[in-house]
């Protein structure tokens, strides 16, 4: 199986390493082989993706884009990149979470609850922005849904149930591998693409 993994690749960064290594602990637990190919976000819109069985980009990126390019928000935008925006869908958190671990309370009736049989986990984090909760309504009505919150109430899950498979999370599935595990989350991820 032939994974597109679209971002900036950087060795010395330890999710980096991680992503190819959980992709091939999910894909022991399912008898597959996964080839990864790191693709450079700037090629993405340029690359024919005929060839991949699934594409894998990040949380932030996938709120951004549904709510430019389903929704309309054309001035959606991240203060990361830019701090100008009038729209900051991404925002910095309150607290940075790095090399942390925190609760997530998922929704019952969702997809990510399917999959991991559970309605509260406990997953690890290396980030310092993400979705401006303050935002979440531009959501409301579309095919996008949030499904997993913090204790405090910000988004940690977002989904297409819709989709075949359609999740992104602020945290970092792939940091299981450090365990040498296989996430719930990575292997629901390739049965769907095969």
């Keep these: 199986m032939k994974i597109a993994l679209i971002g900036d690749y950087q060795a010395d960064v330890a999710a980096h390493w991680a992503i190819p290594r959980a992709l091939s ?5 399912l008898s597959v082989a996964v080839e990864p190919e790191w693709i450079h976000s700037t090629e993405a819109g340029e690359r024919d993706w005929h060839g991949f069985d699934g594409t894998c980009a990040g949380y932030q990126h996938a709120a951004l884009e549904f709510a430019r390019n389903a929704l309309g928000y054309t001035d959606a935008d991240s203060l990361e990149d830019r701090p100008d925006t009038q729209m900051p869908l991404i925002a910095p958190l309150v607290c940075r979470l790095a090399g942390t671990a925190d609760a997530i ?6 997809r990510a609850a399917e999959i991991y049989r559970c309605e509260r986990v406990v997953e690890e984090y290396n980030c310092g922005f993400g979705v401006n909760a303050e935002l979440l309504e531009i959501f409301s009505g579309s095919n996008l849904r949030f499904s997993g919150f913090d204790d405090h109430g910000d988004p940690r899950i977002l989904e297409i149930p819709q989709h075949r498979y359609f999740i992104a999370t602020a945290f970092q599935p792939e940091r299981s591998a450090y365990r040498r595990q296989a996430h719930p989350l990575i292997r629901a991820y390739l049965a769907a693409a095969l």
């Design 25 to 29: 602990l999910a894909g022991a637990e």
């Design 105 to 110: 309370n998922i929704l019952a009736a969702s």
